[in-house]
């Protein structure tokens, strides 16, 4: 007796069908599983035989076999649980044949057979409708991501008992009902509550803007970790397609959670400085999403940055640019999107208070020792650079409520979509992705622009890259201030971002 369910695997960020076919024969007492299955998916053989055996449906004394195709692809995690039970129980008549037909099947196995949730169902779910099936079968606690996809009949089941119910008398599990998950927590955090910071909030706005990276230096408890971590609640919208890029990345690393809809809010990560390497690229044998992964569309933050390993830190460089990161194994290799605003934060010395040298204690060979951690590659790839100076009594007491993220979401989003527009013919978004070849065309300068920049470029010595990063953050203020072309208050505010890391960095 033969019969096959159709499952899923992840690969990288794919998802890739895979058949379960059990058979089972006379000859030998013996459970095989064959089909390129990595030791976890084998405990599998363990978990269905326990998890049957406790409701009461011992093996036959005949040899099981499973294999799961197609033989090329390495087949990871605990997912195929489910379909190789349900495959078993067909073969052993318990489940009539044709009851998983056009289903895909996933999910994990306790061994007293209740059915536990696993991560990558909302792309699983796309997959399965590409396939042309009309029904999803997973765990109860992945149900409501399985229809993020609509035009799939999605059956969440809690335990073996509710598969056989299902298979044999149509019968729909009842699903737990999903609390509507709002955030309970109090208020959302909200740019008015920081007080003065005027270029410390520019900045943000600006990076919010154009996507444009943003470095922050400060004495410690002057806000910059308050200030970072607002940027989410002033970037203009996800887009669907963008909601539904992010949701499918959380969906794969398994963090989506239980009765979570699609992602609208765009993603804020902050790792520890010291995180692995790894977990900031992503890896693992069968790579999975890292920091910067998770970040995509959103803000990644690195608070403390000179506390980070020098690996780690140039670990960004290529994602930087290349806005993807790809992570090579012997199985192939793996793209993750990598699209972030990065913004990070470090005190200008070990104490703190470097340049006020009324404050600051340290050696000038500790402060540049301590500097030196930042390469120069990595500050070139730092559009905006400010300086967040200590509060002022005033600054703290002020009366005057700050402007609110809503408003400044306002003007960001109004640049947005002015960047939208002029790139409709082009792949990209936003003035920080465009290619030294089209800012020419899509950066226009006026006259005495075009001189205060000449006259920059010689002054400060420039790197080729900085000055594009010039033109790119020049279009983005020319765009928050509905100006066509760029012009010499667009281009200095650049050029002052761009260069307040030269007086600290000097030293
Ligand atoms: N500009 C500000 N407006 C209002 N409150 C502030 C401001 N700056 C700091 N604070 C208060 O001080 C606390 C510490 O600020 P925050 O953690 O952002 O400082 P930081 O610059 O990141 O310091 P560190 O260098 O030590 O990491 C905040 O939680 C907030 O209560
Ligand atoms: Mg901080
Ligand atoms: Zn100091």
């Given at each position: 007796m033969y019969c096959s369910v159709l499952s899923a695997t992840v690969s990288g960020m794919e998802m890739i069908p895979v058949q379960v076919e059990a058979d089972v024969s006379d000859g030998m007492p013996q459970f095989t599983m064959v089909g390129y299955v990595s030791a976890q998916v084998k405990e599998a053989q363990d978990r269905v035989r326990t998890a049957l055996k406790n409701m009461g449906i011992s093996l036959p004394p005949k040899r099981i076999t499973i294999n799961l195709s197609p033989a090329d692809v390495r087949k990871e995690g605990s997912r195929f649980d489910l379909p190789i039970a349900a495959g078993v129980l067909m073969t052993l008549g318990r489940i009539p044949p044709g009851s998983l037909r056009k289903t895909m099947v996933l999910g994990e196995l306790g061994l007293d057979g209740h059915v536990q949730e696993i991560s990558g169902v909302f792309p699983a779910a796309a997959k399965a409708r590409e396939l042309g099936c009309t029904?999803?079968?997973?765990?109860?606690?992945?149900?409501?991501?399985?229809?993020?996809?609509?035009?799939?009949?999605?059956?969440?089941?809690?335990?073996?008992?509710?598969?056989?119910?299902?298979?044999?008398?149509?019968?729909?599990?009842?699903?737990?009902?999903?609390?509507?998950?709002?955030?309970?927590?109090g208020k959302e955090p909200d740019f008015s509550e920081v007080q003065g910071q005027t270029a410390a909030r520019r900045a943000a706005l600006i990076a919010a803007a154009g996507f444009h990276n943003l470095l922050m230096l400060g004495p410690p408890g002057s806000g910059k970790s308050m200030i970072?971590?607002?940027?989410?609640?002033?970037?203009?919208?996800?887009?669907?397609?963008?909601?539904?890029?992010?949701?499918?990345i959380y969906s794969i690393a398994g963090m989506l959670a239980k009765g979570e809809g699609v992602r609208r809010e765009r993603p804020f990560r902050a790792p520890h400085h010291t995180m692995t390497p790894q977990a900031l690229a992503g890896g693992g044998k069968q790579p999975s999403p890292g920091e910067i992964t998770l970040a995509h569309r959103g803000v990644l933050f690195l608070d403390e940055l000179p506390e980070m390993t020098r690996t780690t830190i140039e670990i960004l460089r290529q994602p930087l640019e290349e806005h993807r990161i790809v992570i090579s194994r012997v199985s192939g290799n793996y793209v993750f999107p990598a699209s972030f605003l990065m913004v990070a934060a470090m005190n200008p010395c070990p104490c703190g208070f470097y340049p006020d040298l009324s404050r600051c204690t340290c050696a000038p060979g500790d402060i540049s020792r301590y500097l030196s951690r930042v390469s120069q590659p990595f500050l070139d790839r730092m559009d905006l650079c400010v300086q967040v100076e200590a509060l002022s009594y005033e600054d703290l007491h002020g009366e005057e409520r700050c402007e609110s993220s809503a408003k400044m979401r306002e003007k960001a989003t109004a640049a947005a979509e002015i960047q939208a527009a002029r790139y409709r013919q082009e792949s990209i978004h936003f003035n920080s992705e465009l290619k030294a070849g089209q800012i020419e065309k899509y950066c226009i300068l006026e006259k005495a622009a075009e001189e205060l920049l000449e006259d920059a470029f010689r002054r400060l010595r420039l790197s080729a890259r900085s000055y594009h990063g010039i033109i790119r953050t020049a279009r983005t203020i020319a765009d928050l201030d509905g100006a066509v072309k760029i012009g010499v208050p667009h281009i200095s505010e650049a050029i002052c971002f761009r260069s307040a890391d030269k007086s600290i960095w000097r030293i």
């Open positions: 029904t999803l079968l997973v765990p109860a606690g992945n149900a409501a991501e399985g229809g993020l996809v609509g035009g799939l009949h999605v059956v969440g089941i809690q335990n073996l008992q509710e598969l056989l119910n299902y298979c044999c008398e149509g019968k729909m599990p009842s699903l737990p009902s999903i609390e509507n998950q709002k955030k309970e927590d970072a971590r607002r940027i989410p609640t002033i970037m203009p919208p996800m887009s669907e397609e963008e909601q539904m890029e992010v949701t499918r």
